[in-house]
């Protein structure tokens, strides 16, 4: 079938799942985003934790909201309002 299938796997070197690839390293080179592997069979557990949302724009986006408050007064939202939609 002339397909080449590949092995995704953690930094720590453990299977996550196998599939097929559906561009060449040329492509894959060019791009900075799209899909490049068909995934056949899923192999990680179910009982490891998952880890999303720990990366650095993760934890960036996670602080930015914890400093942002909602004003809470009429006066303090017409200072934060967007100036087309003053009243």
């Known amino acids: ?3 080449d299938i590949v ?3 953690t ?3 453990k299977a996550i799942c196998t599939g097929v690839v559906l561009m060449t390293m ?3 080179s060019t791009r900075d985003h799209g899909v490049v592997v068909k995934i ?10 998952r880890k999303w949302g720990l990366g650095p724009e993760a ?3 996670k602080m930015m909201i914890q400093k942002w408050t909602a004003p809470q007064t009429r006066e303090s939202q017409r200072q934060h309002a967007h100036p087309d939609y003053r009243y």
């Not at 056949?40 to 490891?48: S, T």
Request: no cysteine.
């Open 59 to 61: 934890s960036q986006k």
């Open 1 to 3: 079938m002339n397909q």
């Open 7 to 9: 092995v995704i796997t």
């Open 11 to 13: 930094r720590g070197g």
């Open 40 to 49: 056949k069979r899923v192999i990680m557990e179910r009982r490891l934790p």
């Open 26 to 28: 040329a492509v894959i």
